[in-house]
């Protein structure tokens, strides 16, 4: 399994609003990942489709978390990002070649799909009980609480 890219910076996007005392301009947030404005705005936009930011206008703008951090979870930026589709997909191989199984035999799943689908509801589960306050809460605590601190003041010009 490979997750874009994407599916990081949005995390780290996210992370980062959750601690800002206001909105965050998208060309500042991708100046603080060194990554091009224009594909971080791709990923802000799925998070936003996702509803999981907002872009609010104006001198003052940028983008804020739609609600509290401890209330969006990893999975959901994954979904955002990625879409719901699942990560893996039964051909039914079973069925094809020479030897293969005929349809009207094939009466229960797969046993190679079913495991797949037992390992992608374990990944799904465990993304879904870290939220992004919960990330936000362990880089204070591995980076110290002023981390957070120096992005504000770096973002507002005051480093």
Known sequence: ??????????????????KMDGPVPAGKLAGLHDVSSSYLAK??????????????????????????????SILDIVFAVEGKQPLFVCTEIR?????????EECLAPCPIAKAMMTAEVAWRDSLSTISIGDLARQVSSTSGPEAFQSIQEWFSGTP
């Open 1 to 18: 399994m490979k997750l874009s890219g994407g599916v990081e910076w949005a995390i780290h996007c996210c992370v980062v609003l959750s």
């Open 95 to 103: 069925q094809r070649g020479p030897l293969g199984t005929p349809p």
């Open 43 to 72: 990923q802000m936009q799925a998070l936003s489709r996702g509803g999981l930011v907002r872009s609010l206008q104006g001198h003052a703008g940028g983008y804020v978390l739609t609600r509290p951090a401890d209330e969006i």
